[in-house]
């Protein structure tokens, strides 16, 4: 089993930052994918940034790429988020999530066997 909680959430205006944190537990932390995801209510959980277990690759969507930067710190068992430029539309609750040894890269959505319990990012005009 992994344990996966976030932190760093909150309310920004548009074009501030904020860093998103994930801290892991219980399960080797280099055997693990590391992802962000976001939703909103009524609509699908969409992948903003993945990290290779091994951190040689990474994984951004359209939406997110230039803006996000995903990072891990082994030392800590640990995975950030760091979004710039926040725009409105990225308002949404942020999850994390671990894949375990073996999946494919980037982790297809049903591979990722262990979530956060989420934190809210609020991005005000």
């Known amino acids: 089993q992994v344990q996966l909680v976030e932190s760093g959430g909150g309310l920004v205006q548009a074009g501030g930052s904020l860093r998103l944190s994930c801290a892991a537990s219980g399960r080797t932390f280099g055997r693990l994918a590391m992802a962000w995801f976001r939703q909103v209510p009524g609509k699908e959980r969409d992948i903003v940034a993945a990290?290779?277990?091994?951190?040689?690759?990474?994984y951004y969507p359209d939406s997110t790429r230039g803006r996000f930067t995903i990072s891990r710190e082994y030392a800590k068992n640990a995975v950030y988020l760091q979004m710039l430029n926040l725009k409105p539309e990225d308002t949404a609750v942020y999850y994390c999530?671990?894949?375990?040894?073996?999946?494919?890269?980037?982790?297809?959505?049903?591979?990722?066997?262990?979530w956060g319990q989420g934190t809210q990012v609020t991005v005000s005009l």
């Open positions: 990290v290779s277990r091994i951190a040689t690759s990474t």
């Open positions: 999530a671990a894949a375990d040894f073996g999946s494919s890269w980037p982790p297809r959505i049903s591979e990722y066997a262990y």
